[in-house]
């Protein structure tokens, strides 16, 4: 957790007008996979994860930015409303460029 801390919160300064998008998946994929590719037991995997989400939670709540909260899944679901989610977030409107994120996102 200290790593993450020190590299979200140095950020703040160097831009201007800051937006944040941020992506949440699924805790238990998330720490069977950890779990999996470490070697190391699911349940402590899965703490570590929701201690990590709480800290984004937090991160985002004191900063007072806008933030766009996305859920990973719901975006591999839904490529074509995630992108136009970000797209009208960020105010920018190109069909065109839309269809080809759209296209990019893929599970794996």
Do not use: C, Q
Not at 54 to 60: A, E, P, T
Request: glycine share 6%; hydrophobic share 50%; no cysteine.
């Amino acid at each position: 957790m200290k790593t993450l801390s020190k590299r979200l919160w140095r950020w703040l300064g160097l831009f201007n007008e800051p937006v944040y998008v941020v992506v949440f998946r699924d805790v238990l994929a998330t720490a069977n996979r950890r779990s999996v590719s470490l070697g190391r037991s699911l349940i402590p995997e899965m703490l570590k994860v929701a201690m990590h989400n709480l800290f984004l939670i937090g991160f985002v709540a004191l900063s007072r930015r806008p933030t766009l909260l996305v859920s990973y899944e719901k975006a591999l679901l839904s490529p074509g409303d995630f992108v136009a989610g970000l797209e009208g977030f960020l105010g920018l409107d190109d069909a065109a460029r839309r269809a080809v994120a759209a296209a990019f996102i893929r599970p794996s």
